[in-house]
């Protein structure tokens, strides 16, 4: 319980301005993308790393709970605070771009800064930042970092991780430690960082990220094949790839989307479609560009592909985007709650899953449509209920278990970007052995003994 004397000790460090007790901030910061509603007992916004050291130092000495948070944009309740405590909340100061490198291609960031703020910016100078969730126009990159989040250019240039060189963080008991360095090569020590990434702030409060920058590309053009069933698109995906194809994206939505996007939102697609493959590939050449649709179009001709197109020019372009992107607006003509999950299987396996998939909402007699990130082989299941009815919920539920257990079976995974936070942690016995599950918990306890930071989240 946070009484009046650990409110006033935390004010000794912030100021009176930065931590709030009123109802309007508790209930601003009570909740997330899952729209579950988790109280705090005080909001904390720190102005820099000195102050994040003090704040972790008394909270772990008085046992008190604290939850880092950047944007509060997660699927996963990883920044609710479930058990109370304090939600330590960076986006109002710790904002800033800190540098960028030009000569050794990197940006150093504070935990607030906005992806796409990022992206802007190196932009100007004509560098590049892949990582591109969905969620960039307001997600931070601590928060990114702090869930290894992906997006749609992830089929060529990877994921949050690829792109952390080092990190600046604080531990529970205020410690204040570097995990990994500027250079581009280093294996001097543990991994620290790698250990950091994806744990969801249930290690240590991530103060400052030097990431990995790339040229801009010069190029790019936006295709889309066309596919008269799921199963074909899901074999040109892993066969185009392996014939030498390298899209910076590959965009999957399967019959019941394309059905969606005709009824609800009008998107001009053949009656035939059963299945849509959409995506980009950039360079810096013209050639390098034909080349690589050139590879696309064969692949996908010969496993299925019924129309290939290419856009002429950006408007064209955003047009072919467009049903991506209003995908999930568009599947709640199939219920008015939906259980959205972000598994992932290897490649080869998409076609297998998405049949699986489809059999398990036969079986629970509930629609399933699914769109995501072929190109990395990570899928957004989306189990369509009636919110009102508490037994078709309840059955959900069930067939999102079912899904889990099916795809960890080919080698996949309970989440692709998404994170595990609080409504994944019950099923992290399906993924991990106890052998493993108990060295995630050793790993927990070395860092943060007394289990301040994010308590009640990843299962551990």
Known sequence: MLDKKHIEELKKIVGEEDIKTDK???????????????YPEAVVFPKDEEEVSKILKYCNDNKIAVIPRGAGSGFTGGALPVNGGIILAVEKYMNKILEIDEKDMVAVVQPGVVNAHLQKAVEEKGLFYPPDP??????????????????????????????VMSLKAVLPNGDIIRAGKRTIKDVAGYNVAGILIASEGTLAVITEITLKLLPKPKM????????????????????????????????????????????????????????LL??????????????????????????????????????EANEIWYARRNASQSITIYGSKKINEDISVPRSKLPDALRVITQIGEKY???????????????????????????????????VEEIFKAVVDMGGTLSGEHGIGLSKAPFMKIAFSEAELNLFKRIKEAFDPNGILNPGKMGL
């Open 134 to 163: 969905a969620s960039m126009d307001y997600s931070t990159i601590g928060g990114n970092v702090s869930e290894n989040a992906g997006g749609m250019r992830a089929a060529k240039y990877g994921i949050t991780k690829d792109y």
């Open 220 to 275: 790019k053009k936006t295709y889309m094949g066309i596919f008269e069933n799921v199963e074909d698109a899901m074999n040109a995906v892993y066969k185009s790839l392996a014939s030498g194809a390298m899209p910076v994206a590959m965009e999957f939505m399967d019959s019941l989307v394309v059905k969606a996007l005709r009824e609800k939102l009008g998107v001009n697609l053949p009656d035939w479609a059963g299945a």
């Open 278 to 315: 959409i995506g980009d590939v950039d360079g810096n050449v013209e050639e390098e560009i034909n080349y690589q649709l050139g590879i696309l179009e064969k692949s996908f001709k010969e496993n299925g592909c019924k129309e290939f197109k290419v856009a002429r020019d950006e408007n």
């Open 365 to 399: 007699g509930l629609v399933v449509p699914c769109f995501g990130h072929a190109g990395d082989g990570n899928i957004h299941v989306n189990v369509m209920v009636d919110g009102s009815n508490e037994e078709e919920v309840k059955k959900g539920y069930e067939a």
């Open 24 to 38: 309007i901030h508790l209930r601003a910061y009570s909740y997330d993308a899952t729209k579950e509603h988790y």
